[in-house]
Each structure stands twice: as C-alpha cells, then as structure tokens.
C-alpha cells in the first residue's frame, strides 16, 4: 500500500482549535532554552540559544 498517494480522508471539526502552544507556554519555553544554552559547557547550547532566538522572534510583544 503507497500511503504518499492515498488522500487524506476523515472529519474534521469545524469549532476552534487551541494553539500548540500558548504565549505564556512559549515564553517559559525560551526561558528554558537560554537557560540550556547557558549550562551546555560544551559547545552544543549554542543551537539551543538559536532556537530561543527564533522562537522569542515569533512571538508578539507583551
């Protein structure tokens, strides 16, 4: 069975859907990730302080 060229088939609500993460969740999430990035002594926090840096620019101001 190839899945790649079956359709997508189901229902679906049509009410509102909650974001994968709220603002306040995304904003304790950076939090986390600087926090990561300053603890990595090895060298690898860096993607983690990158990751912070563009999450943090996604996020509409307070």
């Not at 994968?20 to 990035?37: H, K, N």
Request: zero cysteines; aromatic letters at 4%; hydrophobic letters at 40%.
């Amino acid at each position: 069975m190839d899945h790649d060229t079956e359709p997508v088939t189901g229902t679906y609500s049509d009410g509102p859907r909650l974001a994968l993460l709220t603002a306040a969740e995304a904003r304790e999430t950076i939090a986390y990730l600087q926090l990561l990035e300053q603890l990595a002594l090895d060298g690898r926090g860096r993607a983690a302080g990158q990751l912070a840096a563009d999450l943090a620019r996604r996020l509409p101001t307070p």
